[in-house]
């Protein structure tokens, strides 16, 4: 299409027409030059490619509280979670027109397409009844519809880079000093992307011809008001489409029909990381930190860099001294010369770092990148800035708690026997249990105590969706959070789901929730009849009671809901344990444990004394003279360890369950101090008789010395490990290859010093352990009582231990096992 308008009187300010300014989105070079162009031809308005509904937010801008970089947020009402960003740098061209216009009192409008429309499309509403977008305003080029065109790459390419990064620096970011016309780089990249488009039409870009003749309409309105004196900041590749005469009609056209939705706009903080590609971000540059540093500093950029590189590395503790920075700045200058450059752009100064500052190494240069190149800023904006209820709630709370967002990655400590740190961990589990991540929990170092917590944090600008989504559920975090958690009981369709639901309630103290939760949970685990199911939620409604005990929270009926769990599964588990495969035989043996676990646990939180925060008089079941829990059976604890002990004890015998269960229930009974060593020889002995199948033998072997703490059990009771030892060497040449795959797994989860303990103890063979040792009928070489001398040689270290005095008769081990007791 021909163009009128626009032409470039030499020397001075285009001719009649709009001053029409294509940029690259957070380009440093487009910023500076679209501020003296600004300067010189001082617009009665500034029109910018953006979301026509954000002009209301414009004044915010200039206020003082507003730091970039920071996005426009545009969500659907009905749909938060359908949203789009517009994000803006301290060295986005946008954001600099836009802070021009306010410094001198010029209005700032968004003439992109509305927010309501490009919201509607991103599901793809209304596309089949779309106007042929190519057949008006196109050039008569084109693309697939599934190739989208790099206009930068292009451009490279033709002027001989293979990078467009490196070409762009080139161009614009290192212009040297010259005629400083500020208006001739935009009448080149205009004539450069008019070239393009008349190549390659849209470039894959299908919805820019609708996008583009809405700015037209923009741009005509603006024009009937101010005359020429306009001024256009938007990206260099719709320069030439707004140049194009077409008709208003035509324009019309292509927006009649757009699909719509109810939208609303608000500015949120942005972080560096996200404005990256790496980030995901389409519009987005490789090195945001960089371009800031070339953007605010006065002169001399790489020797600024250098010492920002070389204060980073000092942090961390690498001897980097004054020398470095004056080296590294000489190479980055000299590779400069050498690959043609007119000043050292990003490689450079990259590979110079490399070299004189890490010795050659990528691993602290990967720091650089991630700090300085790429950069953790996280923007802040005014509080006058519209927001959801929940998310004005979020951040008081964050002042309050003194839990300040930030974007780069860091641990918190938790205490939560400090009330501070309690309301911060139940803000965190909140928000959690509303889908809003900003921290995950992880393992604390050097405690595994209840009362401590540790969280990574990380606040991501996509949070501020999630907030804005989960506003639907309160006004507040707590009320919110509660009504998630009792929408979300009622929609569950597992037990699995609701025990995950009320794991989270606990430590978020949704007290008001709870009730519900527990009551969709009971009926859950009555309905449900699979005892693998049941295994699985009981331990983790187990651990949660702990937090009655730091948190002051009232677990009465969740104590109700896993003791009657115990007793279903003590009633199903050994019908469930019959005629089991390999397999399922391995995942049983795995509850077996876990709720070998949970029934200890259990036990022992029934009897604790509440926490003085959640003491009620004569009501709570933490404390001492509250009544039973109802479904705990007499005696508290001990009635469910015993009755667990006996199901332990049919698993242990019943030879329609598979050996492995077999081996792993008299492992926890002689554990537990139920079954002496006497009798578990003896069941081994009936598990590894020359009558047993030699791989259900090796799979009960397998349950009973596999996990923790079996290699030492071998290494201490040798009567045992001869056991072992006589039935492998009994093993049948045919059937020991079938075998050794178990027993292979077994032996190799023990540490390297039991293995070879193991191994020496077998090479030695059995043999006299030494003066008064008797030797034992049927296993020749074990003594049968307790070698008294040898016992006596630990005593120092024993009374030691203890903290008895050096004048206390205890000569003997006798003595000392009275005084223990």
Known sequence: MAMTDGEVEPGGRPGPGPLLLGVRHHGPGSA????????????????????????????????????????????????????????????????????????????????????THSLAWERGEGERDRPDTQSDGAGPGGLPPAVRLDPLGV???????????????????????????????????????????????????????????????????????????????????????????????ADRALLKGLPKVKAELTWVPWTYRRLSRAGGYGAGIDSPGWYAHLFGVPDRPVERWMTKVAGLLRAEDRVVSPAHVIEAVRLAETLAAVRGRPLPGLGETIDAV?????????????????????????????????????????????????????????????DLRKETDAERSRLLHRLRLLRIPWGDPVASRGSTGTFRETWRLRWEPELSVRVAEAGVWGTTVLAAATGKAEADALAAQTLA????????????????????????????????????????????????????????????ALAEVATGLAERIFVGLPPACAALDADAAAEMRR?????????????????????????????????????????????GHRGLRVRWQGVLRVLSGRDSVPGVIRGRAVRLLLDDGVLDQDEAARLMGLALSPGAPPADAAAWIEGFVGGGGGGMLLVHDERLLALVDGWL????????????????????????????TLGELVRRGPRERGRGAAVAEGAPGFGSGLDNERADAVLPVVRLLLGLDDDRETTTVNDLAEVGT
């Open 32 to 115: 500076r030059a679209v501020r003296a162009a600004l300067d010189a031809a001082r617009p009665r308005v500034v029109l910018i490619e953006g979301p026509p509904e954000a002009d209301a937010l414009v004044p915010l801008a200039a206020d003082a509280d507003m730091r970039p970089p920071v996005a426009l947020l545009a969500h659907a009402v009905d749909e938060p979670g359908r949203s789009s960003f517009w994000p803006f740098a301290e060295f986005s061209p946008e954001w600099v027109a836009l802070r021009w216009a306010l410094a001198h009192d010029v209005p700032a409008r968004f003439i992109d397409l509305p927010a």
């Open 591 to 635: 509850h077996v444990d876990a709720v070998h676990g949970a029934v200890g646990l259990l036990g022992e939180t029934l009897v604790k004394p509440a926490s003085p925060a959640s003491q009620k008089p004569s009501v709570s079941p933490m404390s001492p003279v509250a009544p039973a829990l109802p479904g705990t059976p007499p005696g």
């Open 729 to 756: 060497t009994g093993v049948p040449a045919e059937a020991f290859t079938d075998v050794l795959p178990l027993l292979r797994r077994t032996f190799a989860a023990y540490e390297p010093g039991v293995r070879r």
């Open 354 to 414: 490399r070299a004189v500052m890490c010795d050659g190494s990528d691993v602290p240069l990967a720091l650089v990148q991630d700090r300085l190149v790429v950069g953790d800023a996280l923007g802040e904006v005014p509080r006058a800035a519209p927001a959801v209820p929940l998310q004005r709630d979020l951040e008081r709370s964050q002042r309050r708690l003194r839990l300040r967002p930030e974007a780069g990655e860091r641990e918190l400590e938790l």
């Open 497 to 556: 789901e609701v025990t995950a639901l009320a794991v989270l309630c606990l430590p978020a103290g949704l007290g008001d929730a709870l009730p519900t939760v527990m009551r969709v949970l009971a009926d859950r685990a009555a309905l449900d009849t699979d005892v693998g199911h049941l295994a699985q939620a009981l331990p983790a409604l187990v651990r949660s009671l702990r937090y009655g005990d730091v948190r002051g929270t009232d677990t009465a």
């Open 155 to 249: 451009l490279a390419e033709v002027a001989g880079y293979d990078d467009p990064e490196r070409w762009w620096e080139d161009v614009v970011e290192h212009r040297g000093p010259g005629p400083r016309d500020p208006f001739t780089p935009f009448t080149v990249l205009e004539e450069a992307m008019a070239a393009l488009r008349e190549t390659y039409g849209t470039g894959g870009h299908d919805r820019d011809p609708v996008r583009e003749a809405h700015m037209r309409l923009q741009l005509r309105s603006a024009r009937k008001e101010f005359d020429d004196d306009v001024a256009v900041v938007c990206g260099a590749w719709h320069v030439p489409a707004l140049r194009w005469r077409t008709t208003v009609t």
